[in-house]
């Protein structure tokens, strides 16, 4: 089975200021990598995924990811954060599709935290 | 994409009752997913349920405990049975979209048990 470590509970940030949330996984065959945004008392939006191809993926809201494999890492960037950026951050991985559908497993999140 | 709903959006439970959860997609889909947050904490997959069959269950969670109906493409719902303080909790549901790894949440239904 796959675990998904996210290795900052909590990144505290200033405004504009670049940010790169970590997530590490356990090695597997082929994974598939997701990034989800939870803004307060709502469900989780989907920021961007890697499913195979350029390891660097570009997602909604101005993130991106990376994707290095010899590293089993996925971690989340952006170069300039908002206020609106507070969130809490979450990172799951794949092994694909079985007969119970694509089963997520999730990090233990990261809450981001951008200050004036 | 996929909209979904859930009801209620939060309730407030005495231990020992049950409460039933709604979830409604504006799509039709083959793979349902019920989630659980807790406090502060990740998400933790309950069950999947897809249409035309027996919901599959996570090792920690049984039936008798969380039982899942699915009577059509577009719905399903989770039910909280005879609940305790330890069930309090944030109760997402997830579909998943035919030939598509990405799945799409709802609101998710905030969940406090006295």
């Known amino acids: 089975a796959q675990s998904v470590t996210q290795l900052d509970s909590q990144v505290p940030v200033f405004e504009e200021a670049p940010v790169e949330l970590r997530c590490n996984y356990s090695?597997?065959?082929?994974?598939?990598l997701f990034w989800y945004v939870q803004y307060p008392n709502q469900g989780l939006q989907l920021l961007l995924k890697?499913?195979?191809?350029?390891?660097l993926v570009k997602g909604i809201n101005g993130f991106e990811a990376e994707f290095n494999k010899s590293q089993t890492s996925f971690h989340l960037r952006k170069p300039s954060v908002h206020i609106s950026d507070t969130a809490e951050y979450f990172c799951?991985?794949?092994?694909?599709?079985?007969?119970?559908?694509?089963?997520?497993?999730f990090g233990g999140g990261t809450r981001l935290m951008v200050k004036p | 994409s996929a909209v979904i709903s859930q009801k209620p959006s939060r309730d407030i439970c005495q231990r020992g009752t049950s409460l039933t959860i709604q979830c409604q997609v504006d799509?039709?889909?083959?793979?349902m997913f019920w989630y659980r947050q807790q406090p502060g904490q990740s998400l933790t997959l309950i069950a999947t349920?897809?249409?035309?069959?027996?919901?599959?269950?996570e090792s920690g969670f049984v039936i008798d405990k969380f039982p899942i109906s699915r009577p059509n493409l577009t719905f399903s719902t989770l039910t909280v049975s005879n609940m305790s303080p330890e069930d309090s909790s944030i109760y997402l549901c997830?579909?998943?979209?035919?030939?598509?790894?990405?799945?799409?949440f709802g609101p998710g239904t905030r969940l406090t048990v006295t």
């Open positions: 997830s579909v998943e979209l035919a030939d598509s790894y990405e799945q799409y």
């Open positions: 090695s597997s065959v082929s994974v598939y």
């Open positions: 890697y499913l195979s191809g350029s390891t």
């Open positions: 799951a991985v794949s092994d694909g599709h079985n007969n119970a559908g694509n089963m997520l497993t």
């Open positions: 799509s039709q889909v083959t793979m």
């Open positions: 349920a897809n249409q035309g069959s027996e919901a599959t269950y």
